[in-house]
């Protein structure tokens, strides 16, 4: 079970976790990324490449599913206005035992964040809007599954 | 060639994106940008940080001395931030 989703639409992480849990494993690993309240954030705003995106998203699962021994695995990522609170991507992962599903988990987001082709603007309650910027963390993040 | 923006970029330039004539002498992803911030000082100033810029070759991820090869659209933007 590969699954990749782009959701122009909140998403419910239960819900789009649920595929994941009738897969006979023992395991299911997953990360929730919310939209964060940063200084008078009110909202983020995410644009993305169609087509490049959904292609990135499934190269990165097929990575995954390699690497460790995966019964399935997805990723859901909003696009459009996300208000502070809201998930803004769901990954998840099931295995037979956990550790596979908690590697899994981590290599889709940290690769996710560096090489998926998104982008994250910031909205604030004076109407103003400024576009986030890559941070070195997160490539050292991602470069460490190297 | 289908030349696409992103994000700042995007912004910067005024396009999501146009069709181009390009010169046969460009080889690679670099010498293409390096004309395109020639065209205006829109561009220029778009292009300017050549190093906060990132690429994709139809649809690919590639760094600047990619050769452009048969290459159909090039995609031009800022570091990603999705997650």
């Given at each position: 079970m590969r699954h990749v989703r782009i959701s122009s639409t909140p998403i419910q992480p239960d819900q789009e976790l649920a595929v994941l849990a009738?897969?006979?494993?023992g395991a299911l690993s997953s990360f929730t990324g919310i939209a964060r309240d940063?200084?008078?954030?009110?909202a983020i705003e995410l644009e993305h490449y169609p087509g490049m995106t959904e292609a990135c998203l499934s190269s990165l699962i097929e990575a995954a599913t390699a690497r460790w021994s995966l019964l399935g695995a997805l990723i859901t990522h909003r696009v459009g206005i996300v208000p502070v609170g809201a998930p803004v991507v769901v990954v998840g992962a099931a295995s037979l035992h956990r550790a596979e599903a908690l590697e899994a988990t981590a290599f889709l987001i940290d690769r996710l964040k560096t090489e998926a082709p998104f982008w994250k603007r910031e909205h604030y309650a004076d109407g103003t809007a400024k576009w986030v910027e890559a941070k070195p963390s997160d490539d050292a993040r991602s470069d460490r599954w190297s | 060639m289908k030349l696409v923006y992103f994000a700042s970029v995007r912004e910067a330039i005024g396009l999501s994106h146009e069709e181009r004539e390009v010169p046969?002498?460009?080889?690679t992803v670099g010498d293409l940008v390096a004309w395109l911030a020639g065209q205006s000082e829109e561009y220029a100033s778009a292009l300017?940080?050549?190093?906060?810029l990132r690429f994709a070759l139809d649809q690919n991820l590639v760094a600047a001395d990619a050769l452009l090869g048969g290459g159909q659209e090039l995609a031009i933007f800022p570091p990603v931030t999705g997650g």
């Open positions: 009738g897969l006979g494993g940063d200084g008078g954030v009110t | 046969n002498d460009l080889r300017n940080d050549r190093s906060r």
